[in-house]
């Protein structure tokens, strides 16, 4: 699967933040080191890209270990992953007291710390998940860790935008491609769209339009994250299908479009490509690419072949006009 799509980030993305939830997790410096030199492999030989390592929190992870990574320059941030919230996620945190030691360490040296945003009780509506975990654990833990630097990825709500504007340091949330074009009725209107299911599920209209005005606004506390996510179509399509959508084809197509509706093309630049950088604190970019609006609709390939499997690749539903020259 990596090397069936690695070439579809590295020749549009010059770095990205790497997710560590595979199986089994990315959870030590060492095991970082490790995964890197695979993507790095698995690139294609004329791309640069520079693939920024995380780390998989858990109950048991050495701040130790966390500390050192980041001041060797291996690890760029830690994960946290809800035990139970996402694709691969079981081995995630259960109880937040027991991390504190790992986020005071991170606080301590910047290191920032990246959110899956969502609680996994039982009880709580799958639609409401999100508002819960910021009520209930990331206001308090960043009350109790005042210092430690959060990006809440792939924000989903109303409520996430208006919490992360309500802060006015070390919090900043990133927006994906999918979830500024898609609601829940993609999912679910006319019957199940698998290859729209993802988590945090899509949200009812209103909060994509409280997305978009985020995103195409300037504020530098929201970037893009795609969470580009490929599963093999028998894992999406079955009983119990995989969250997750695959955007890197397309992802800067749609963005053009999605910002050239809300007449926000001349802060496309600063969303996909310095606001995260300045966050992170890191330079941006020195390279460039260009887009073109083209008078005919652009395609792209429906899916892609890996020796994984097939991987279908994300459909906004609309006709696409801008591509990467």
């Not at 966050?279 to 994984?308: A, C, M, R, W």
Request: charged residues 20%; glycine residues 6%; negative net charge.
């Amino acid at each position: 699967m990596l090397e069936g799509v690695i070439g579809y980030s590295s020749r549009q993305f010059c770095r990205a933040i790497i997710m560590p939830n595979l199986v089994p997790p990315v959870v030590t410096t060492a095991d970082a080191v490790a995964y890197r030199e695979r993507i790095l492999a698995a690139k294609p030989r004329a791309d640069f890209f520079n693939p920024l390592m995380t780390l998989y929190l858990t109950e048991e992870t050495d701040p130790n270990d966390v500390a050192a990574g980041y001041g060797d320059n291996i690890v760029t941030a830690v994960k946290l992953y809800p035990a139970g919230a996402t694709t691969n996620s079981a081995s995630g945190v259960k109880d937040i007291v027991k991390v504190y030691p790992v986020l005071e360490k991170m606080a301590a040296i910047g290191m920032p710390l990246c959110v899956h945003g969502e609680v996994t009780d039982p009880d709580v509506d799958i639609f409401d998940r999100e508002a819960v975990f910021i009520e209930t654990v990331l206001d308090p833990l960043r009350q109790k860790i005042s210092g430690l630097k959060v990006v809440m990825e792939h924000v989903t709500t109303r409520q996430g935008v208006d919490y992360v504007r309500s802060q006015e340091e070390n919090l900043a949330a990133t927006i994906t491609t999918h979830h500024l074009i898609i609601n829940r009725n993609a999912i679910l209107a006319g019957g199940i769209r698998p290859h729209y299911y993802c988590l945090p599920v899509a949200k009812r209209e209103e909060h994509r339009q409280a997305l978009v005005q985020a995103a195409s606004s300037g504020d530098k506390r929201f970037f893009l994250g795609t969470d580009s996510a490929p599963h093999s179509d028998p894992n999406k399509e079955t009983a119990c299908g995989c969250a997750g959508i695959f955007t890197a084809p397309n992802t800067l197509s749609c963005l053009a479009h999605v910002f050239e509706q809300e007449a926000a093309l001349d802060r496309l630049e600063a969303f996909v490509s310095l606001n995260g950088p300045a966050f992170y604190g890191l330079q941006p970019n020195e390279e460039t690419i260009t887009l073109v609006k083209h008078s005919e609709p652009v395609t792209y390939p429906q899916k892609i072949h890996t020796g994984d499997g097939d991987v279908t690749v994300f459909d906004p539903t609309f006709p696409l006009y801008w591509d990467v020259q």
